[in-house]
C-alpha cells in the first residue's frame, strides 16, 4: 500500500454496484485464473454489479469490497458449494483492480475473507482455483496459508486453449 493509504475492508452494498461492475470489467481482463472472458461480462458496469449482488444474496455467498480513498480495489466472494453434504466448502474469487495489485490489498482480502467466513460458521474449507499460468496468485494464497491440492487437466479455456487449473485448499 502506498504512504497515507488506507485499506477498509467491508461488505458489498447495494450502492456498491456500479463501482463493482466497473472492478470486475477492469480486472478480469487480466485476470489468467478468471473463469469469465472479458466479453461475458456485457458492458453495463452497474448491471453486471446489481447480477453479483443478487447472486450472492441467493446462494449466500460472503461478498467483501476492498476500499481506499472511497474507490473500490479488490473484491472477494466465498461461495459456499450448493449441495448440502459439501455445504461446509466455499470457493474463493478474489480480483485486485490492476493498479492496486502487489499492495496488499490481495492478501488482506483473502485473509479478511477467511475470518469471515470461518467464524460465521459452517464453513470449514476455502477453495482457490488458480491457472497453470497465474504465478502471482498462485504465490498469493500460497502466503496465505492455501496448499495445492490437485491439479484439473484441461479445465480451462482461455483464447482457444485448454490450461490447467490448480485447486488450492485452506482449511479451518
Known amino acids: 500500500m502506498g504512504r497515507g493509504a488506507t485499506l477498509t475492508i467491508r461488505g458489498a452494498r447495494e450502492q456498491d454496484a456500479a463501482a463493482l461492475g466497473s472492478l470486475l470489467m477492469a480486472a ?4 489468467p485464473s478468471s473463469l469469465y472472458d472479458a466479453d461475458e461480462l456485457g458492458d453495463d458496469p452497474r448491471g453486471l454489479g446489481e ?3 443478487d447472486a450472492a444474496r441467493r446462494d449466500g455467498s460472503l461478498v467483501l469490497v476492498g476500499e481506499v480513498g ?6 472477494v466472494r466465498a461461495m459456499p458449494r450448493e449441495f ?4 461446509h466448502v466455499a470457493t474463493v474469487g478474489v480480483l485486485v483492480a490492476p493498479g492496486w495489485r502487489r499492495r496488499g490489498v490481495g492478501g488482506a482480502m483473502l485473509e479478511e475473507v477467511a475470518q469471515r467466513a470461518f467464524d460465521r460458521g459452517g464453513i470449514e474449507r ?5 491457472a497453470e499460468d497465474d504465478g502471482g496468485l498462485a504465490a498469493l494464497v500460497g502466503r496465505h496459508g492455501f496448499r495445492a491440492a490437485r491439479v484439473e487437466r484441461g ?3 482461455r483464447d482457444g486453449a485448454r490450461k490447467d487449473l490448480s485447486l488450492f485448499v485452506r482449511d479451518r
Open 28 to 31: 478480469t481482463e487480466r485476470a
Open 51 to 53: 447480477d453479483v449482488l
Open 70 to 75: 472511497g474507490e473500490l480495489v479488490g473484491m
Open 84 to 87: 448440502v453434504r459439501c455445504a
Open 126 to 130: 476455502l477453495e482457490v482455483h488458480v
Open 155 to 157: 479445465a480451462l479455456v
